[in-house]
């Protein structure tokens, strides 16, 4: 297998961003980045400064790193929710508007790209377990690339969705715990019988 083989593609600014942050090139980053610019095309929205874009991504991979930087969802800021149902689909509300989409990775993704031999024998390593670490890489390369030279709606389907709010991050005030004295988040705290409040970890 001719591992220094390039690949030729041209990644863009934003993508480098995500990069950057994320630390490699991957398909799941690409994912990621592929619905947070569908999102802020569809939503008219730009990078995400407080909490009026939402995004709520179904799984808890690479993906998540495109949506932190393109749209500025961070979990700090609340306006992130990360279920971790395994599943490849993004929903972005935008609050001003109220308007909302839902992104949902179609079945069959299939290479199409020029290193087509390679990449279905890499793939087959990858799924026998025998690849190696330079090969899962060159795998994941490859398929980040073929994922970026595909129309959108080849890989996600996009539906409109229903504007549901999560609400804004609670600001509650913080008690000490009655067991280990720690500061904390009293909405977050645990009654025990007697009416004592507990942090979770203690209470657990
Ligand atoms: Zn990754
Ligand atoms: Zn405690």
């Given at each position: 297998m001719k591992e220094t083989e390039t690949i030729h593609f041209k990644i863009p600014d934003d993508l480098k961003k995500c990069i950057e942050f994320h630390g490699h090139l991957c398909p799941g980053l690409v994912y990621g980045y592929l619905v947070a610019k569908a999102a802020m095309d569809l939503l008219k929205i730009?990078?995400?400064?407080?909490?009026e874009v939402v995004a709520i991504s179904e799984n808890d991979s690479c993906a998540v790193d495109a949506l932190q930087i393109?749209?500025?969802?961070s979990t700090g800021k609340g306006n992130l929710i990360l279920k971790?149902?395994?599943?490849n689909v993004y929903t972005v509300l935008n609050r001003s508007n109220r308007k909302a989409y839902r992104f949902s990775r179609k079945k069959h993704y299939q290479y199409e790209g020029e290193s087509k031999d390679e990449f279905f024998q890499l793939d087959a390593a990858v799924s026998s377990g025998t690849a190696t670490e330079k090969e899962k890489r060159r795998h994941k390369m490859l398929k980040a690339a073929d994922l970026l030279s595909k129309p959108f709606h080849d890989i996600f389907s996009t539906a409109e969705a229903d504007c549901v709010m999560p609400s804004y991050a609670p600001l509650a005030r913080s008690k000490a715990c009655a067991a280990c004295g720690e500061m904390t988040m009293s909405s977050k705290m645990v009654e025990t019988e007697n009416g004592t409040l507990l942090c979770i970890p203690c209470a657990s």
């Open positions: 730009k990078r995400s400064r407080d909490e393109l749209l500025g969802t971790d149902y395994g599943k």
